[in-house]
């Protein structure tokens, strides 16, 4: 293989390259508010990867692997204990592209790429390889794509099995690990449908996105779930625009209505706005802020449709506060979010870029508890500092510390269930990155 890949027709056709990240963290509050009584938590994270690229006349192939482990949850020697639940090596991309017209075609790209792989559109909002997260997201499909002066236009189609089969198309979506979807969905679709317009225009760029997932239907027999024949099926679509307004003044917003049915079967009707701003108020400092607003349910004029906005299989961490309480695993209630928030950066070098953001939550509709209390619908105010520095091309350190302030509403039945809570919650970690490219072309 060393010598294969020395030759002269091997650094003109393979891409080899890898990366070692690893992050330790200080949790105490992280993702939801902890007791008074609870100890922080201290742990390191590793994700290792290899990537290997191949492109020929009119195919490319892409594979990477993973391993992604906590240190010391294996034995340091030979270890038969471990669970196959906390076995991290996995198969993050594995795909293959197709050209479809030859290289002397009018039309720049038509193309289907097969496999597994990541999706990743527009901010990430929706559709995003959740890249904070050590494992990642990718997703088992193939997409046609269509490109041409600017134009660019996605056709997306995935059906998820268990098994091979000799009878049946019934699918168990629970996962074994991380859940498949944000609000703690619980739950991977049986099949997904999505197409993406875009159009890049000398100032920014402009999109429209049509997505629909499948669940597959179930009924509960006492407390067990039973798989049912069918689908539940739930639409997604909308737009979503960046665009310079002048030399110092960006701007990007987007609007996504979601219907159909929910993955429990009930009617869904709901809806997300996001607007933000950015002002260079010199080359080195940028500050802007911005507003997210997901509709959600009301308990105090309750009713049959569902109106919780679910933001699909997309990036949480970018957009609604690094400490993770809202739209990820560990939930906060179906009572909807606003997001207002102030973001800058500071570019003290070149390498070395600071950000300095700030976060005020608050529920979308009444907060009522379970004695019927109406509550604050403030639920707190996030503070999230980062510091990333560029030692080499290949190297970088990164550097955060995060502080909520929370509520009692937060820690409230309605919202995080926490008895006995501390409010003031924290969060600090420390990241080194190192990717090499081993070898290119």
């Known amino acids: 293989m060393l010598g294969l890949l020395s030759s002269n027709f091997a650094l003109a056709q393979f891409t080899i390259s890898g990366q070692v990240r690893t992050r330790s963290e200080l949790r105490d509050g992280q993702g939801t508010l902890t007791t008074k009584e609870a100890a922080p938590a201290f742990f390191t994270s590793q994700r290792t990867r290899l990537n290997v690229g191949y492109a020929g006349y009119r195919f490319k192939l892409f594979t990477a692997i993973q391993d992604v482990r906590v240190w010391g949850q294996d034995a340091s020697t030979i270890n038969r204990v471990t669970p196959d639940a906390n076995d991290g090596l996995m198969m993050h991309e594995a795909w293959g592209e197709i050209m479809l017209l030859d290289t002397t075609a009018a039309i720049e790209n038509l193309s289907l790429k097969i496999g597994r792989q990541e999706l990743?559109?527009?901010?990430?909002?929706?559709?995003?390889?959740?890249?904070?997260?050590?494992?990642?997201?990718?997703?088992?499909?193939a997409l046609l794509k269509l490109e041409h002066q600017g134009w660019m236009g996605h056709l997306g189609v995935a059906y998820n099995q268990n098994q091979e089969r000799k009878a049946s198309t019934i699918y168990n979506g629970i996962p074994t690990g991380?859940?498949?979807?944000?609000?703690?969905?619980?739950?991977?679709?049986?099949?997904?449908?999505?197409?993406?317009?875009?159009?890049?225009?000398?100032?920014?760029?402009?999109?429209?996105?049509?997505?629909?997932?499948?669940?597959?239907?179930?009924?509960?027999?006492?407390?067990?779930?039973?798989?049912?024949?069918?689908?539940?099926?739930?639409?997604?679509?909308?737009?979503?625009?960046?665009?310079?307004?002048?030399?110092?003044?960006?701007?990007?917003?987007?609007?996504?209505?979601?219907?159909?049915?929910?993955?429990?079967?009930?009617?869904?009707?709901?809806?997300?706005?996001?607007?933000?701003?950015?002002?260079?108020?010199?080359?080195?400092?940028?500050?802007?802020?911005?507003?997210?607003?997901?509709?959600?349910?009301?308990?105090?004029?309750?009713?049959?449709?569902?109106?919780?906005?679910?933001?699909?299989?997309?990036?949480?961490?970018?957009?609604?506060?690094?400490?993770?309480?809202?739209?990820?695993?560990?939930?906060?209630?179906?009572?909807?979010?606003?997001?207002?928030?102030?973001?800058?950066?500071?570019?003290?070098?070149?390498?070395?870029?600071?950000?300095?953001?700030?976060?005020?939550?608050?529920?979308?509709?009444?907060?009522?508890?379970?004695?019927r209390i109406s509550l604050d619908r403030n639920f707190g105010t996030e503070l999230d500092l980062v510091v990333n520095y560029g030692l080499t091309k290949m190297i970088n350190l990164e550097a955060g510390y995060s502080h909520f302030f929370a509520t009692s509403t937060l820690a409230s039945s309605a919202v995080k269930n926490v008895s006995n809570p501390d409010l003031q919650a924290d969060w600090a970690y420390l990241m080194i990155n190192i990717k090499p490219t081993f070898l290119s072309k």
């Open 178 to 371: 991380y859940t498949a979807g944000t609000n703690g969905i619980g739950s991977l679709y049986k099949s997904m449908q999505f197409l993406y317009v875009g159009r890049k225009f000398g100032k920014g760029s402009a999109s429209f996105l049509v997505l629909k997932d499948d669940f597959n239907k179930y009924h509960l027999d006492s407390t067990v779930r039973v798989l049912d024949k069918g689908t539940w099926s739930r639409v997604t679509s909308g737009f979503y625009v960046a665009t310079n307004l002048s030399p110092k003044i960006s701007f990007t917003g987007s609007a996504y209505l979601q219907s159909g049915k929910d993955k429990n079967g009930g009617k869904l009707r709901s809806h997300l706005v996001s607007a933000a701003a950015m002002y260079a108020v010199s080359p080195q400092l940028s500050i802007g802020p911005g507003i997210d607003y997901t509709s959600g349910n009301n308990r105090v004029t309750p009713n049959a449709t569902n109106r919780q906005f679910d933001p699909l299989y997309g990036t949480p961490h970018k957009f609604w506060g690094n400490m993770d309480y809202f739209y990820v695993a560990d939930g906060f209630g179906k009572n909807g979010l606003i997001n207002y928030y102030l973001k800058s950066r500071y570019k003290l070098k070149d390498n070395l870029v600071m950000n300095l953001d700030a976060h005020q939550f608050v529920a979308s509709n009444n907060v009522v508890n379970n004695d």
């Open 120 to 141: 990743v559109y527009d901010d990430s909002r929706l559709l995003g390889n959740l890249d904070w997260l050590q494992q990642g997201r990718r997703h088992d499909l």
